[in-house]
């Protein structure tokens, strides 16, 4: 009923940026909240950074000043635009969708972070 694309991870040298992008299509009335999460081999998935409806963001303390989470609710879309990456920050990236009552979440897009 409802999917979530992801696009724009990638292999990036330390210090880069990407862009990463996620869409949803399917049966969406109304989007609560947004947001981005990852996961990296051998660890708990953790939160990203996260938007509401309302465009209030938070962000995990490791990437602030780093990272930015924006939307586009027209076309039910997120973005996460990652600047001046660290080795550290390698893992799969998913992103999130509350479509209360349900979190709809992507496949996932690895982000790979090396010289």
């Known amino acids: 009923q409802v999917q979530l694309v992801e696009s724009g991870g990638g292999l990036v040298q330390p210090g880069g940026s990407l862009r990463l992008s996620c869409a949803a299509s399917g049966n969406i009335f109304s989007i609560n909240a947004m947001g981005w999460y990852r996961q990296a081999p051998g660890k708990e998935r953790e939160v990203v950074a996260t938007i509401d409806s309302g465009g209030s963001t938070d962000y995990a303390d490791s990437v602030k000043g780093r990272f930015t989470i924006s939307s586009d609710n027209a076309k039910n879309t997120v973005y996460l635009q990652m600047n001046s990456l660290k080795p550290e920050e390698t893992a799969v990236y998913y992103c999130?969708?509350?479509?209360?009552?349900?979190?709809?979440w992507g496949q996932g897009t690895q982000v790979t972070v090396s010289s």
């Open positions: 999130n969708y509350v479509v209360f009552p349900i979190d709809y």
